[in-house]
């Protein structure tokens, strides 16, 4: 779990760059679109030999 502590209550923009960021680094977002919707098994396969390449 990603997990944000903020010290001065004025800095909630700063926060929520420093959130977005550590989602991205992390690969949240990207396993949140990935299991958006169901995919096949064969489809998952192509997807990461084409992500490998």
Known sequence: MIEVKISDP???EKAMRIFKRA???DGFMMELKER????KPSEKKR???KKTR
């Open 10 to 12: 004025h800095s909630f």
């Open 47 to 49: 997807f990461k030999a």
């Open 23 to 25: 989602c991205q680094k």
């Open 36 to 39: 958006r919707f169901y995919s």
